[in-house]
């Protein structure tokens, strides 16, 4: 069964460091998406990405974040200056033209 | 009033029991209803996905959507041990974004 993969599954940072969030969506996929989840808390939107650009962002994607689909199967998520509350589950997923997700195995992202 | 809410549990059950799993909206504009499964530290897995009101049946789960109480449920029928997992309710107006709710921990013992 086709999966979405998303590098690293751990990565620990710095504050104020740069991170980039790697992930391959399902390659017939065409709306991309990455979403976080504090510990003990909501899966919360990020951001949609269809047709090379980005489609709907929420209020937590600021200036800091930012979204690349540089060649035709990776999607990256960078975060250019980490903060404590960075600090998360970061999950990748994709879709075809509805509304139900694959997701990957996400990245957990600590930020010290 | 919070967009989507869910008991967030956790609900024990004995293997073989029926399970209730609900969730309460206060969007009407919400058109497409998804239950996911979250096991610890993975992401969720699509369960069921309905479009607007009524049932929909898959092997031993069943989604209701009641748009007119802003009510939806999922059952599950026989549970078994590896059902065990966290059980996200997930809604969509028909955009990019998807609202999740917080998700019920269940546990079904053998």
């Known amino acids: 069964e086709p999966e979405v993969t998303q590098t690293p599954s751990h990565q620990v940072t710095q504050m104020g460091q740069e991170v980039i969030l790697r992930c391959v969506p399902i390659?017939?996929?065409?709306?991309f998406y990455w979403y976080r989840q504090i510990l003990g808390q909501k899966v919360e939107f990020l951001v949609s990405?269809?047709?090379?650009?980005?489609?709907?962002k929420s209020e937590i994607f600021d200036d800091q974040f930012s979204v690349e689909r540089p060649d035709g199967s990776n999607f990256t998520l960078k975060i250019r200056s980490t903060k404590l509350e960075d600090s998360a589950m970061y999950f990748c997923?994709?879709?075809?033209?509805?509304?139900?997700?694959?997701f990957g195995s996400g990245t957990r992202l600590t930020v010290v | 009033q919070k967009e989507v809410e869910q008991d967030p549990g956790p609900l024990s059950v004995p293997e073989g029991a029926i399970v209730s799993l609900n969730c309460t909206y206060s969007?009407?504009?919400?058109?497409?209803f998804m239950w996911y499964r979250q096991y610890s530290r993975k992401g969720p897995e699509l369960l069921m996905y309905?479009?607007?009101?009524g049932n929909k049946e898959d092997g031993r789960f069943t989604a209701q959507v009641d748009k007119s109480s802003k009510y939806i449920s999922l059952f599950i029928r026989d549970s078994q041990p590896s059902d065990s997992a966290t059980y996200l309710c997930?809604?969509?107006?028909?955009?990019?974004?998807?609202?999740f709710g917080a998700g019920t921990r269940l546990f079904v013992k053998a």
């Open positions: 990405f269809y047709n090379n650009e980005i489609s709907e």
């Open positions: 997930a809604m969509n107006t028909g955009g990019f974004k998807t609202i």
């Open positions: 309905t479009y607007s009101s």
């Open positions: 969007n009407s504009a919400f058109q497409y």
């Open positions: 390659s017939n996929h065409l709306y």
């Open positions: 997923a994709s879709s075809t033209s509805d509304y139900g997700y694959t």
